[in-house]
């Protein structure tokens, strides 16, 4: 099959590289469009016989056009359409680290007729050019995003199409039955009379498919915005030392003073594939200290909006009326009981709640229970199969929405069956099904939706 023609359109540039200061040693300046060779051709002088050949890197300066003063030494990389990461001409310039290059290089380009990029426009390019379908170009800016290698393989996934060719699959197959049945009301007298339990099997593996991949949404969602965990508890139970031992770190104060830790400390980690923020608190008491009531404050706030919060406790003081009174403030969360301090009494001396059916040991102050801590929060979340799940799928908020709309349409379809309804009932939903997958590709997608995912993205991408 020969590729179609790739309409260019006009030339967008962008910085693709971050854009701190004093950070990375090379930066690169992307353009795409009709006139990104020309643009590069007027900027870039390659000393001796280089070639301007696509997938060539070219050495040499790049001037000021008017002045031929040198703004950089660098590389260029140039991709002739439809070879490239747009499909159309791309050119990029490997310049010096830092952004004084690039930023004046950027210039440059603009001055010769390029325009600066939306976020996420290149990719954009990518998918209104057939290259990437609407599941890839979402599988980008989260593999940009991603905080744990986990959830980086599951963007990689979806960027090699595992989430695309399943649903393009199951779009084909809901046009062929649309076809069949569409026969059937346009021809009725002409045609062999429709198998209607041929009809049912696979609209019913259809079903199964799509309720399949919605059940990743869960998981999705954990492994891009990851969890809050909010650590809460009087002062002094260890709470700080609980933080250091999980991240490895000193990053918060410990001492032997109650009172310790006045604000909100984070940590960030990754369990189990999740990517996990860590609030270390102030310790929860009534006190005249007026700094640390508002510390108290924070840590109420952070075990609100948590979405687990640990509430630890001592082996070494039992539960007191204190840790009732902190626990009946929590128990409204997802909540993990942690007994801290089980070097100095058994974990049993801590006669919790009757609601509390399990509880984690641990010594913070030796790193132990640790891998223990991190399981109970496995489960405590349902995420204990994210890891040793077999597919590598997850579906975004967006796919799901889209999805849900796709499974219930279906499942008219088949009460519409059931009922022996006449054919045209079947025909609206199922009509209905096919949209809600082609919003999820692309394959049947509105400007605004476009708008709205691509918004998203950074800028360069
Ligand atoms: N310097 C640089 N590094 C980069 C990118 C880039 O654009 N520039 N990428 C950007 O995100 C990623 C690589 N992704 C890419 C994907 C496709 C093509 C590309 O040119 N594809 C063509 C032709 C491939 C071929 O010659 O066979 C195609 O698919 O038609 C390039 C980069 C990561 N690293
Ligand atoms: N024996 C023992 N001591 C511990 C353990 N964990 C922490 N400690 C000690 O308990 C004291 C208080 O620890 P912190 O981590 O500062 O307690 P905290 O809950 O953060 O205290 P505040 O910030 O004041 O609320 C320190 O002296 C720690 O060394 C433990 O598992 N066993
Ligand atoms: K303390
Ligand atoms: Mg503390």
Known sequence: MSQPEIAQQETIAAIATPVVSQQGSVSIVRLSGATAVAIARALFRAPGRQAWESHRILYGTIRHPDTQAIVDEALLLLMRSPRSYTREDVVEFHCHGGIVPVQ??????????????????????????????????????????????????????????????????????????????????????????????????????????????????????????????????????????????????????????????????????????????????????????????????????????????????SAADGWTAEDAEIYGSVCDRPLLLVVNKVDLAPPERVRVPAAIAQVVPTVAARQEGIDALETAILSAVQADGIAIANTDIAINQRQAAVLTRAQVSLQHVSEAIAARLPLDFWTIDLRTAIRALGEVTGEDVTESVLERIFSRFCIGK
């Open 104 to 313: 004046q290089v950027l210039q440059l380009c603009v001055s010769r007729g390029a325009r600066l990029a939306q976020p996420g426009e290149f990719t954009l390019r990518a998918f209104l050019n057939g290259r990437i379908d609407l599941t890839q170009a979402e599988s980008v800016a989260e593999l940009v995003g991603a905080q744990s290698v986990r959830a980086s393989q599951v963007a990689l996934a979806g960027l090699q199409g595992k989430l695309a060719q399943p649903l393009r699959q199951l779009r084909a197959g809901c046009l062929d039955i649309l076809a069949e049945v569409e026969a059937r009301i346009d021809f009725e007298d002409d045609l062999p009379p429709l198998d209607v339990d041929a009809v049912r099997d696979r609209l019913t593996a259809a079903l199964h498919e799509v309720t399949d991949i919605l059940a990743t949404a869960e998981r999705g969602e954990l492994l891009r915005a990851g969890l809050a965990v909010a650590i809460v508890g009087r002062p002094n139970v260890g709470k700080s030392s609980l933080l250091n031992a999980w991240s490895r770190s000193d990053r918060a104060i410990v001492t032997e003073l109650p009172g310790t830790t006045r604000d909100v400390v984070e940590s960030q980690l990754v369990v189990g594939g999740i990517p996990v923020r860590v609030l270390d608190t102030a310790g929860i008491r009534d006190t005249g200290d007026r700094v640390e009531q508002l510390g108290v404050a924070r840590s109420r706030a952070a075990a609100a909006a948590a979405d687990l919060v640990i509430l630890l406790v």
